[in-house]
């Protein structure tokens, strides 16, 4: 069901675990299966030097998350909260309809940690 490339970063996916000393963490809940994911962020100066997930989640959400972390780092906060689960199911030359849901785990959980950021940063 899922493409090459789908199944090729699932087995292999990057960025998993927690940052160590992170300075945002955003969790969230997936409403049509109930699957969680984590993502944790360093930021220095706005700009994201590294990126790392957890999931509860199924083969689509391990993959989509591997690729969103890999897409947003380097990124500058605000370039990195304009990044779609569109995208990141571009990136990875698309998932089965069925699927579409667990890629909006990675970027929900990546505008949580930037908001997490932001409310400790009081901006
Ligand atoms: Fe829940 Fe994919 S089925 S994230």
New binding site residues.
Partial sequence: MYNEKVMKVFADPKNVGEVENYDAIGTVG?A????I?QITLKIDNDVITDAKFK?F?????IATSSTATEMIKGKTLDDALKITNKQVVEELEGLPPQ?L??SV?AEEAIKAAIEDYRKKQGA
């Fill in positions: 997936n049509t299966c109930g699957d994911m999931t989640g199924c083969a689509a959400a699927k849901h667990c785990l």
